[in-house]
Structure formats: C-alpha cells, structure tokens
C-alpha cells in the first residue's frame, strides 16, 4: 500500500505527542496513552551524546510494534547533521507510519529528502513536513506544491512554533498575535497541498486552561490538532478538535437534505429554516468522517 492510500483512509489527528527517543521508559508509557499520534523524536529533544542511543531505541521500539491505533512518526535529525542520514536509513528500515523532517524550509529540501530515501531504495513513505523557519513561511506556496510525490508524499505538515519564536524573535504573548499569519499561512500552505497541518506546542503543560484556550484557538484557525509535550494535554486536544455531537447532527442533516431526489439539480436548500450550499454538504461529510474516524477507535 502506498502511503497516499493509506492516509486516505482518515485518521484523526487531534493530539499528536512528541516522546524522547532517548527515554525508553516513555517509549513503553505511549503504547497506553490516548493519543491519536506519536512523534518519536530524535531531534529536539535528545541530547548529542544520546543520538545513537535514542536511533537503536526508537527504531527497535517501532519494530515491535504495540502502538494500537496511535500514528507512529519519527522525527529524524535533519540531513545536514552529523546524525540525519543514518536515522533517515534507520527510520526507513524501522517502518514508522511517518517520517518527521524537520526545518523544511523550501522545497528544494524536499527534493533532497526524496533524492536521498531514493538512493536508499527505500519503500514508499509518507513525510510530514516541519515548517518552522521564517524562510519555511516565506516559501509556503513552493513547499504546498512538491507536497505530492508518488513515492515519497507529504501527507501533514506541523508548525514549528518555538523555532519559529527562536529565529525571529516574536513572543508568545497576546494570544499569539505575532504568529497568527505564520499560522494561517500553514493552514493555507496544506489545504493547497490538501494535506492536514497541526499546530504547535503549548510550553507550559501545567497550564491545563490556558493550554485549552490555545487547543481552541487552533481549531478556529483551520488546524486539524496540536502536538504535545505532555501526556496531560491529550484529554483537552482530543475533545477540542473533535466535532461536538450537535455538529456532527447537524452535518448529518445537511447531507441528508442534498440526498432528496428534488435536491439533485439544486445548488443550495433550506434545512430547518436556514440557507446551505453544496460546499457547505463538503465540509457536513468531512465532520462526520472525522466522528466515525474517532468512533472507530473505540471513544
């Protein structure tokens, strides 16, 4: 199966956790935590001296599986380290859902990922585009457009929040007014790609309300969910960017409406009292996927 048939069949990705790769103890704990998706980092959060270390265990661990319906994604070291060509050969072989690629700032990078996982023989695999530069954000359109690739797909980008606060210097304050147009760029950036994006971390995961009031902030943006630091931030994620059961009613009701016969020929009906056009049933079908997706996992 390609990897653009297999994320054709949905898959919620409302809390999407970074784990340390380095951290054996929490590569075990992820196989029982309730998130849709798991980053296996081997980046960010692993020491230099522990790079090698956290590559045997993070590639054995994906090897044995156990990981249930949780997407499984290893964040490699970008191929410009002294790291990220051996964990791009070791990922590849480990058979993750997903290859994170960090820092992807054109699509020239992509081009090079590709050139590399090609020379590697490597199956098809599915890339998940870090845009965390401000020259990521510059080149959205260019990176939207070398998304699609037979081989080697991108299928979710994710924004890179502290890097993007690191390189420019812009604060997490005032609800992050500062990052909203990187934010909407990435949101526009995927839906050309007609992939899903996932916004950024929320630093401070003892802040459980203001955590929330940023999971919702990112859901009115158009994101599809969060990444995570914190196993205690998956309840408010997983419930915030789900459909709530009176939308999801009522994405059934509008779907119903443009099923009648008399509604064939007709590019928008009234369903109880109110005005709703065909694109509106587009987006009624994409709630109730999300809701049976999430329903199929046993919630």
Known sequence: MTPEAKDSEFRPRRSVLYMPGSNARALEKAKQLDADGLILDLEDAVAPDAKAVAREQVCAAVKAGGYGHREVVIRINGLETDWGAED???????GADAIAIPKVSSAEDLAYVRQVLGELQAEPTA????????????????????????????????MGTNDL????????????????????????????????????????????????????????????????I?????????????????????????????????????????????????????????????????????E
């Not at 791009?88 to 480990?94: F, G, I, T």
């Not at 609800?175 to 994006?197: E, I, K, N, S, Y």
Request: hydrophobic share 50%; net charge negative; glycine share 6%.
């Open 127 to 158: 890339l998940w585009a870090m845009l965390e530069t401000p020259l990521a954000m510059l080149n959205a359109k260019e990176i939207a457009l070398a998304a699609s690739d037979p081989l080697y797909p991108v299928t979710v980008f994710v």
């Open 88 to 94: 791009l050969a070791a990922a590849v072989q480990a």
């Open 230 to 298: 914190h196993p205690k931030q998956i309840e408010a994620a997983n419930r915030i960017f789900a459909p709530s059961t009176a939308e999801v009613e009522w994405a059934k009701k509008i779907i119903a409406a443009f099923e009648l016969p008399e509604s064939a020929s007709k590019g928008a009906v009234q369903v109880e009292g109110k005005m709703v056009e065909r694109l509106h049933a587009q987006m009624a079908e994409r709630t109730v996927m999300i809701a049976q997706a999430i329903e199929g996992r046993g």
């Open 165 to 228: 606060a690191k390189e420019s210097g812009a604060r997490f304050s005032n609800q992050r007014m500062a990052f909203l147009p990187w934010l909407m760029t990435g949101v526009a950036a995927a839906r050309v790609a007609g992939v899903d994006v996932l916004d950024g971390v929320y630093n401070d995961f003892a802040d459980l309300d203001g955590f929330a009031a940023e999971c919702e902030q990112g859901a009115d943006l158009g994101m599809n969910g969060k990444t995570l």
